[in-house]
């Protein structure tokens, strides 16, 4: 019988630590999440069934350490030459159980990469905060601050808007930064945030990236408030919601870096989140893989097993030999940001361009086939006990984050023919 690990991935640049790593999220996964996923999504406000899981993951596993050193704690990934395939295989076993667990797992770390990866490590910072992170089981939910009620494409558009519609203001007083701004959808909000990273300017309208600033921000300071979150068509794990900053104060050293250097790494950590997210769509998409091999082993057509029939397997090949091309594209993609010794830095436009290029590549190809798979199920393809409607609904709404499909073209096409005006 397959199962899914007859899909390939590149054994040549697995890390290390993928023997021990794989079985754990996919032992985690397969007791804590996959038996009582159908019922997240009625759970998307309280997060009473959706909170131990995710406690579990990354307060008792210490899953939320993986980026600290060593020696405050962590688990010292943000140094590893493995850092993102690591990721990578993480964000594929969450994704096989429930991808906006995934996403809201992983964007506990993902603010933190702007202070914990090399080369641009902030020592001070992670100093800081490894307490919060690694002195507890408690879960704890990070959070990037980026999108604005007037576009969140914009502000992610740095190469070509640097910053110059950020309304979100920081105003150096004395020692200390304060913070004033309405920010919308970040993950790991609607209540739930314990430390924000929030994208803000110290000169509204300026085109000089030295203006973009990255300000880490304790989710309980006074003038802090965090909405309710939002009730949403999937992804109910992933809490979003409205925040606002009055007069918040923080001390000038929350800043990531300084001018010039807050532009590139949050530049740096969307093109990350571009590429590790694909693990998102090929672990939804081995998840299917094994519905499928269900339905079409168990449902009769003219009294042969459905698999047998000639149109259907052109559709049962259509999803497979997508699935394979993701999952390698996938993993290279990690790769790729593993190794910018190879490929160049990760922040640069040619980086933030291929892996622009290769999560919009990919989540068209998903939602193709997974259209094709729910004809083929028909009903079934519909009904929640199947759980393809679910991983249907989320995989949808994981194209519409990071600026959505278009600012991947945009930014796609701008490196690839040197557009000047995109
Ligand atoms: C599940 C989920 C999780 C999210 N998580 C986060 C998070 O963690 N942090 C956060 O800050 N935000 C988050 N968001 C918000 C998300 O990043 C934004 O919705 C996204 O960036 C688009 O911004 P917008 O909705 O303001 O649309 P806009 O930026 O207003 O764009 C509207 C439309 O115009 C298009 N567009 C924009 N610019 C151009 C252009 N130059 N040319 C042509 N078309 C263009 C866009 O593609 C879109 O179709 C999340 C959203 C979702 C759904």
Redesign the pocket.
Known sequence: MRTIDDITRPLDYLPPAAQILSPIIRNWADNEVIPYRRQFDEDWEDHTLIHPPGKKLLGEYGIQKLLFPVDLGGMGFGESDYAFTSMFILGEEMARADS?LA?GLG?TL?PLMSIALKPHVNRRLLEEFAPLYCNTTEMISG??????P????????VE?LKGSTIQTTAVRDGDEWVINGH??????TGGMADLLVV?CTTNPGSRDPADVTLIFVPGDLPGVTQSGPYE?AG?AC?K?GDVWLENVRVPLWYRAHGPGKDALFFLDIISIASGVTISFTSGMMMNVYERLLEFVNETKLHGRPLKENDAVAGVLADYTATLEVIRIVGYQAARMLDRSDLYGERWSPEMMAKMRSYRYFTMDRCLDVMGKVMNLMEAYGADRDRDIEKHWRDIK??Q????????CQ?EAARWFFECET?
């Open positions: 906006g996403v964007v993902w959070a990037l601050c980026m999108t604005e007037q576009g969140g494409a914009d502000i992610e558009n070509l920010k919308l959808w970040p993950s790991n994208v949403k992804m992933d979003n709404m994981n519409l984050w990071l600026g959505g499909k278009q600012l945009i995109l």
